[in-house]
């Protein structure tokens, strides 16, 4: 049988595997010295893990409803319901930090920890803003996740075992505040610019307010000090209860909003709408500009966090990032942090890369997340697409400023807390898939996501096997014990247990996996910072081969993957001096077919990691 042939191919895989794993004046103190060589690495060098505190582990019962009283839909906390604020903290991600460091995570990105609006949403359909991007105060931590002083003990823990700390940063919304006076009219559609100018009230017919207002194109001081009527669309309305809820106090204004309805994220509403409600701010204010550059400067100075992800970053204006990510840079420079890193969220589910390699030139983003990566192992492990299309979406990393040296640093992913885990989105693809071939597929993706360009960024649980029933809420699980009924009845692979019990096992197939592929990692330059040259690829599923290169030896890697059901074998184009190779994981040859080929033979969703051991003289 061929699966029979994939999961003799994954024991012995396993086995393998087994042998390897094993307030300011809060943070007024001068922190510990990182780990040696923390600063040092580069963001290619990084094996990435996201996770949502709220859902990680509870080190803290005290603060579970966040400090409120109340129901629900006061304090936001019910570990029974998806939508809602289950108790994970920053106590427990300290506490689960030896857990992560044997998976071997180099870097943690986690879902924003600012202090949210603990609930929102219409009568009947609310939900909570356990998933940080609610923000009311961009100063401080959630009181559902702790205090600064908690963070700061976090930082340092992380960094005292080597580990980076990514904050995952907002600066396109707040929590939805601001409401519309007219709005409930007409379901607080966006009003676009030519209908609605700056220059009259509600409309174009309207009567004659900001004058002199050169529109939003003029981000200087001069011109934006013209604008002080913010009813050009809509009139904004701020309810008396939050009207000082948002810190710092500035984005309490509504001029400082664009306030022209909901966004439906295409054409000239997907930067200036608001997203799903949220209070879309005018980021070419210069005003705005200048408070979002303090507020983030601050978290590098007072912790010194290692990058940001930016959430809804495509959602801005480009001269936003060109002003922002310089201030960064220089702010983390100055703390000591040459290495400090920036991503965007540009979400475009496709296996090219040409549309978010835009973010990096004409925005100035120095990194996205690779979203066309994972598109593109979605069409290869889901859809049994060819290996083409990987192989042509790595011909587009030419396109990002920078070109391959910049796509080497993307973080590449297969699943996330929006879109789903990579195991849902196969089982969305095959719907009769059997658990084994489900894990054997999922395994594969992260074999290929560690030994390709970029950082590898696992998304938490998939090293347990979580397999959720969709996307969004229904892709957040509980790495604790969970009481949610619609993630305790999922299916998980690789294991027998459930969420209703705590997934930290360490000999799941998918941890062990992680960490021997991941030490690898470590022990290869060519795997973290090493040129990618593909050597095969095909226009069905099967085999996809490609070669990676020392960056001080020049010394060739060979990995080779078969995406198929079956057994493939193929002729692997190599260099022309290699003559034999050593195994790093699979089954590789022992020795070259013909100087430039090599001969691979690989199960079912096998693969093979090969360094040229001996070259001509």
Same mark, same amino acid.
């Given at each position: ?58 080190g803290d019962p005290a603060n579970d409803r966040g400090g409120l009283t109340g129901d629900r839909l006061a304090t936001g906390f019910d570990p029974a319901a998806k939508g809602f604020f289950h108790g994970g903290d920053l106590k427990g991600l300290t506490q689960r930090l030896d ?5 071997? *995570? ?7 920890? #600012?202090?949210?609006? &603990? ?27 702790? /205090? ?15 580990? !980076? ?22 379901? #607080?559609?966006? @009003? ?7 220059? @009259? ?26 604008? /002080? ?79 940001? @992800?930016i959430d809804t970053a495509r959602h801005v204006d480009p001269g936003f990032w060109q002003e922002f990510v310089p201030a960064m840079l220089s702010t983390a420079r100055a703390r000591g942090i040459p290495n400090f890193t920036m991503f965007g969220e540009v979400y475009k589910d ?13 925005? !100035? ?20 697409? +060819? ?27 297969? +699943? ?40 590898? /960024? ?24 969970? !009481? ?8 998980? *692979? ?48 099967? *085999? #996809?081969?490609?070669?990676? #290169? ?12 078969? /995406? ?30 013909? &100087? ?22």
């Amino acid at each position: 049988c061929l699966m029979r042939s994939a999961l003799v191919s994954l024991a012995f895989l396993l086995s393998a595997c087994a042998s390897t794993a094993g307030s300011a004046s809060e943070v007024a103190s001068a922190p510990p010295a990182p780990a040696a060589g923390v600063r040092d690495r580069a963001p290619s060098e990084e094996v990435i893990y996201f996770v949502l505190p709220d859902r990680f582990e509870n080190g803290d019962p005290a603060n579970d409803r966040g400090g409120l009283t109340g129901d629900r839909l006061a304090t936001g906390f019910d570990p029974a319901a998806k939508g809602f604020f289950h108790g994970g903290d920053l106590k427990g991600l300290t506490q689960r930090l030896d857990y992560l460091q044997r998976l071997g *995570i180099t870097a943690i990105w986690f879902a924003p920890i #600012f202090q949210n609006k &603990p609930v929102q949403g219409p009568r009947g359909d609310e939900s909570a803003g356990y998933h940080g991007y609610w923000v009311t105060d961009f100063t401080r931590p959630d009181s559902h996740f702790g /205090t600064r002083a908690e963070f700061k003990a976090f930082v340092e823990a992380a960094h005292a075992r080597g580990m !980076k700390v990514y904050m995952d940063i907002i600066t396109n919304h707040t929590a939805d505040v601001i409401t519309y006076a007219e709005g409930p009219a007409n379901e #607080f559609r966006y @009003r676009s610019r030519g209908d609605y100018p700056y220059s @009259r009230r509600g409309g174009a017919a309207g009567a004659a307010i900001n004058e002199g207002f050169a529109g939003d194109e003029d981000s200087s001081a001069a011109n934006f000090a013209r604008l /002080t009527d913010p009813a050009y669309a809509y009139t904004p309305v701020v309810p008396a209860a939050e009207r000082t809820v948002k810190v710092p106090a500035w984005l309490n204004d509504p001029i400082y909003y664009h306030n022209r309805g909901n966004s439906s994220f295409t054409g000239e509403d997907s930067r200036f709408g608001d997203f799903a409600g949220l209070d879309d701010l005018f980021t070419e204010h210069p005003r705005v500009r200048e408070g979002m550059i303090a507020i983030f400067r601050s978290w590098i100075e007072d912790f010194g966090v290692d990058g940001f @992800r930016i959430d809804t970053a495509r959602h801005v204006d480009p001269g936003f990032w060109q002003e922002f990510v310089p201030a960064m840079l220089s702010t983390a420079r100055a703390r000591g942090i040459p290495n400090f890193t920036m991503f965007g969220e540009v979400y475009k589910d496709v296996p090219q890369n040409g549309y978010i390699a835009e973010y990096t030139r004409r925005d !100035k983003l120095p990194a996205v997340l690779d979203f066309a990566f994972q598109a593109a192992m979605r069409e290869l492990l889901g859809r049994d697409q +060819g290996t083409v299309v990987l192989a042509q979406m790595f011909d587009g990393d030419v396109l990002y400023e920078g070109g391959e040296a910049t796509a080497l640093t993307l973080p590449t992913f297969l +699943g996330n807390h929006d879109m789903g885990r990579f195991s849902t989105l196969i089982r969305q693809d095959r719907p009769s898939i059997s658990q084994d071939e489900l894990l054997a597929r999922v395994m594969l993706g992260h074999a290929m996501m560690l030994s390709l360009r970029g950082a590898p /960024t696992i998304y938490y649980g998939d090293e347990q096997g979580f397999v959720g029933d969709g996307n969004d809420q229904l892709a957040r699980e509980d790495m604790f014990a969970s !009481k949610t009924a619609v993630y305790n009845d999922n299916d998980l *692979i690789g294991t027998d247990a459930t969420t209703a019990q705590s997934n930290f096992d360490e000999g799941h197939p998918l941890f062990r996996l992680v960490a021997q592929l991941s030490a690898i990692r470590r022990g290869h330059p060519a795997l973290t910072r090493g040129r990618q040259v593909v050597r095969h690829y095909e226009q069905t599923a099967g *085999i #996809f081969a490609a070669s990676r #290169f020392d960056p001080g030896t020049g010394s060739e890697y060979v990995m080779v993957f078969n /995406t198929s059901a079956a057994p493939r074998s193929a002729n692997v184009v190599v260099g022309y001096g290699a003559r034999a190779f050593e195994t790093l994981s699979g089954s590789c040859p022992a020795a070259v077919r013909a &100087p430039g080929s090599a001969a691979f033979e690989l199960p079912a969703f096998g693969w093979a990691l090969c360094r040229v051991s001996e070259s001509a003289k």
